[in-house]
């Protein structure tokens, strides 16, 4: 078990979790300049499967996120398997004007692998010599993946990962990821907006604003009830409407 | 000047100036250019101490620039101000209270130097200083920038990003701490960021970038200190001078490639 809390973790239980676990989150809170921004928050990842976290702008997804990767302070617990390696895909990186090369960006993680790991996010090994600020979003997105792969994580966290993305530029990264967890076992966890990504793509949904507004089985919902639960039926209604058009 | 004077002035010369450069390199990257050149001002008030209570300057120096970047890393850290805020109100203090408390006789070495007091004692301690400077950076430089393209790429690397920034400060004011000697106060920043900001428009890796960047520095501070010699003023004015025609050059560079390529693309 790794308890990555940072001090104001409320419980100091050091009781293992379940070996089939990835991630055991508990009674999670996250004030930030006097507002609560998570409210008891409490889910399991299991091992291999992949997790959407979906909810309304300033629901706490990213925050979630932060305090997975101990950014932030935290009241409650956060317990990661004893095995985890984080593999981390920004939303978008803060600095892209560095004169700095794909391939010495790649370097800094001091493997091998990384053409195999460009290969297997359907990027080209031309690519290595090109600029990190000269890519498109979706090369980025790629190449961003490549870089929290090569270490082969077990788990891998990504922060709305298509964000200034072209649409039809979507898919085939979701469909890399996808098939990174099938083959090699890798837990993911998800931020999207993008309903189709999170029914297609995630065994199970975390629906967040502020606190738990739903977390199960993505089977279990339609695409129009999770509509619902986010934004309210009134919305779902409309949405719906417009997916029959 | 003697040979023996202006052989030391070269060796801080080039030690300073390729130290600078490198460091210099980050600093550009990271936006905080204009930070680099306030943190130099701080310098002064320790600099008159160091002149007022008869002990080496660069000891005075160094407590300042240090102090200042440990007070702007805790208050970047406790507060929502930004690094540029918080210099900016240290250095407008730290200037003030130097210009009052310098002796005028040693006001105007303080703000530009004076290469033709450099005595062996400080080229051995600016060699070596610059010598430890250039390793420490050179093993945190990944993880700077890493930091600098993503705090949560940094961090979920496990990089400790706020130390690692921390030691980057503390080494920029241990350089601009040798550098004031030969370059002034006034003008040690610049050093710094001139030569980084000259590499920048002509580099497209990191390596070149941040080899160009220590030649750029190391040819300003060479030039400036033999330059010196033939026109009689102070070098610090003179690295600035060469420094900004290398980034004049630079520019031009750019902009000329850039024509090129737009050619080219039109032609294909």
């Given at each position: 078990m790794t308890d990555v809390g940072r001090g104001q973790t409320e419980s100091s239980s050091h009781s293992q979790i379940e070996s089939n676990n990835m991630l055991v989150v508990s009674g999670l809170g996250v004030t930030s300049q006097n507002k609560r921004v998570l409210e008891d928050v409490s889910f399991k990842v299991k091992k291999g499967t992949s997790l959407a976290v979906v909810g309304p702008n300033g629901g706490g997804k990213t925050t979630l996120f932060r305090a997975l990767l101990n950014l932030i302070p935290y009241t409650g617990t956060i317990k990661w398997n004893d095995e985890v390696r984080i593999g981390y895909v920004p939303q978008s990186l803060v600095s892209t004007d560095l004169p700095i090369l794909v391939e010495e960006f790649l370097r800094f993680k001091r493997r091998t692998n990384y053409e195999a790991c460009l290969s297997s996010v359907g990027l080209d090994k031309a690519i290595l010599r090109q600029s990190l600020g000269s890519l498109s979003g979706g090369e980025l997105q790629r190449v961003l993946i490549a870089w929290a792969i090569v270490d082969n994580p077990s788990v891998l966290l990504l922060d709305e990962p298509t964000s200034g993305v072209d649409i039809g530029a979507e898919e085939p990264i979701y469909e890399k990821v996808n098939h990174l967890k099938r083959?090699?076992?890798?837990?993911?966890?998800?931020?999207?907006?993008?309903?189709?990504?999170?029914?297609?793509?995630?065994?199970?949904?975390?629906a967040l604003n502020k606190d738990v507004l739903f977390y199960g089985d993505t089977k279990s919902l339609t695409h129009s009830q999770l509509l619902s639960i986010i934004f309210g039926s009134e919305f779902a209604l409309t949405e719906e409407e417009h997916y029959k058009e | 000047m003697d040979t023996i004077t202006l052989t030391l002035g070269i060796i801080v010369g080039v030690f300073v100036g390729s130290t600078a450069g490198y460091l210099g390199s980050i600093m550009v990257s990271r936006r905080m250019a204009l930070v680099g050149d306030a943190l130099s001002h701080v310098a002064l008030p320790g600099l008159a101490l160091g002149i007022l209570f008869n002990f080496n300057p660069f000891i005075?120096?160094?407590?300042f620039l240090a102090t200042t970047v440990i007070v702007t890393w805790y208050l970047q850290k406790s507060t929502t101000l930004s690094v540029e805020a918080i210099i900016g109100v240290i250095f407008v203090l730290a200037?003030?209270?130097?210009?009052?408390?310098?002796?005028?006789?040693?006001?105007?070495?303080?703000?530009f130097g004076d290469i033709s007091k450099i005595t062996l004692m400080d080229t051995v301690i600016t060699v070596l200083v610059s010598l430890f400077v250039i390793l420490v950076v050179k093993k945190i430089y990944e993880k700077l920038i890493i930091g600098m393209i993503s705090k949560e790429l940094a961090v979920a690397n496990r990089i400790k990003v706020e130390s690692i920034n921390l030691i980057y400060l503390l080494l920029v004011a241990t350089i601009v701490a040798v550098g004031i000697k030969e370059v002034g106060t006034l003008l040690?920043?610049?050093?710094?960021?001139?030569?980084?900001?000259?590499?920048?428009?002509?580099?497209?890796?990191?390596?070149?970038?941040?080899?160009?960047?220590?030649?750029?520095?190391?040819?300003s501070a060479v030039s400036g200190v033999i330059l010196s010699i033939y026109v009689n003023v102070p070098a610090g004015p003179l690295v600035v001078i060469v420094g900004t025609v290398i980034f004049a050059g630079s520019v031009a560079i750019n902009s000329f490639s850039k024509r090129v390529k737009t050619k080219r693309a039109s032609t294909a």
């Open positions: 083959e090699a076992g890798i837990t993911v966890l998800l931020i999207s907006h993008n309903m189709h990504v999170v029914m297609h793509y995630s065994d199970y949904v975390l | 005075g120096a160094f407590s200037l003030s209270i130097g210009i009052l408390i310098t002796p005028k006789v040693d006001l105007l070495e303080a703000l040690v920043g610049a050093l710094v960021i001139v030569p980084a900001a000259a590499a920048k428009n002509i580099s497209s890796t990191l390596s070149g970038y941040s080899l160009m960047s220590a030649i750029f520095g190391l040819m």
